[in-house]
Nanobody, 121 residues
């Protein structure tokens, strides 16, 4: 079993910055990729950014140039630096970990509980 824990959400004014952190913990797994998704009220969950264990990244067009995803493989931790925040970035942000079990070799998905990010205009 893998636990995924996010931190760092909050309330910020438009144009401000926030940094989200997410750590995966547990036994007998390796990280393939970790990423951030978000879900605004009345909308579907969408990809924000993802980073592989090798450092390859992918961003949603709406956040390119404003958000930066990074990781610390030794700590199984991923970060999302969010700059120039806009009211439309308001959502619950969820961390996702795609891991491989080192006992069964299955590829598994784990999600955090989510952290609220609110950007006021």
């Amino acid at each position: 079993q893998v636990q995924v824990m996010e931190s760092g959400g909050g309330l910020v004014q438009a144009g401000g910055s926030l940094r989200l952190s997410c750590a995966a913990s547990g036994r007998r797994f390796s990280i393939n990729a970790m990423g951030w998704y978000r879900q605004a009220p009345g909308k579907q969950r969408e990809l924000v950014a993802v980073i592989s264990s090798g450092g390859s990244t992918n961003y949603a067009d709406s956040v390119k140039g404003r958000f930066t995803i990074s990781n610390d493989n030794a700590k199984n931790t991923v970060y999302l630096q969010m700059n120039s925040l806009k009211p439309e970035d308001t959502a619950v942000y969820y961390c996702n970990a795609k891991v491989r079990s080192t006992t069964t070799w299955e590829l598994l998905d784990y999600w955090g509980q989510g952290t609220q990010v609110t950007v006021s205009s």
